[in-house]
């Protein structure tokens, strides 16, 4: 049976390839769903690619996770430095977590420095564009192998 992961996006990501792409690069939010797609397809796996500007939201697709996926590779965006509630939803999920940011946040301003998401995240990884995310498929493949 193909392990589903969820590959949850925050705000403003619905902007890629046109916001700040000095930071965040050229590709757009549908070349990152078919880069995240394509590595899944190749790992085995399956995937369900969401993006929204809305924390509730975000926060009721990692509650969903619980019963639906395997994992989640999550990429919180701004809710990593303030949302304390995402940060217990993923707490109470008990699934394996990849925290992915495109930026590298400890270069950026102080503010980006601390995520309450990273409490809640097996890894994180930032500052390497949608290789991240490629990254945190694999990652969670390996560590889906392992719990067999």
Wanted: glycine content about 8%; proline content about 3%; overall charge negative.
């Amino acid at each position: 049976m193909t392990s589903l992961i969820y590959v949850l996006n925050g705000p403003n990501l619905n902007l890629l390839g046109s916001r700040e792409p000095e930071i965040y690069g050229a590709g757009t939010l549908d070349d990152l769903e078919t880069l995240c797609a394509e590595t899944a397809e190749g790992l085995g796996l399956a995937i369900d690619f969401r993006q929204t500007n809305l924390e509730g939201e975000l926060i009721t697709w990692v509650q969903e996770a619980r019963s639906k996926a395997a994992a989640i590779v999550i990429n919180p965006a701004g809710y990593s430095h303030t949302s304390i509630a995402l940060m217990d939803a993923l707490l109470s999920v008990e699934l394996p977590v990849i925290e992915v940011h495109i930026s590298n946040v400890h270069a950026r301003e102080k503010f980006r420095h601390h995520s309450y998401v990273s409490r809640a995240a097996q890894g994180v990884i930032c500052g390497l564009g949608f290789a991240g995310y490629r990254l945190a498929l694999i990652a969670l493949s390996d560590i889906l192998e392992e719990d067999q």
